[in-house]
């Protein structure tokens, strides 16, 4: 099994900035890739971004695209997702995710098997 401790979430006015931090502990060696989902109250859980661990493909929701990018540390094995341009509507609970398999959908949750206890955004206006 693995353990995702996110961490970087906080309140933050809307125009700002936030890192989000997402460290894998446990069955790392074979992670396929590692995604961000967020969930605002209320609502789906739904796609935000995702990195494929080996070669770096990444892949954004359309409604982040161009504010939000991801990378990860391989030697670390930690994911961050660097976020700009904040909006309210940006405000919802951040999960990270751990997919092993090279067929999964990564923009679905199903697409994931382990995930990490979520860290609070909230952006105010």
């Known amino acids: 099994q693995v353990q995702l401790v996110e961490s970087g979430g906080g309140l933050v006015q809307a125009g700002g900035s936030l890192r989000l931090s997402c460290a894998a502990s446990?069955?790392?060696?074979?992670?396929?890739?590692m995604g961000w989902f967020r969930q605002a109250p209320g609502k789906e859980r739904e796609f935000v971004a995702s990195i494929k661990w080996s070669g770096g493909s990444s892949y954004f929701a359309d409604s982040v695209k161009g504010r939000f990018t991801i990378s990860r540390d391989n030697a670390k094995n930690t994911v961050y997702l660097q976020m700009n341009s904040l909006k309210p509507e940006d405000t919802a609970v951040y999960y990270c995710?751990?997919?092993?398999?090279?067929?999964?959908?990564?923009?679905?949750?199903?697409?994931?098997?382990?995930w990490g206890q979520g860290t609070q955004v909230t952006v105010s206006s």
């Open positions: 446990g069955r790392t060696f074979s992670m396929f890739a």
């Open positions: 995710a751990v997919s092993y398999y090279s067929g999964s959908s990564l923009d679905r949750p199903g697409g994931y098997s382990s």
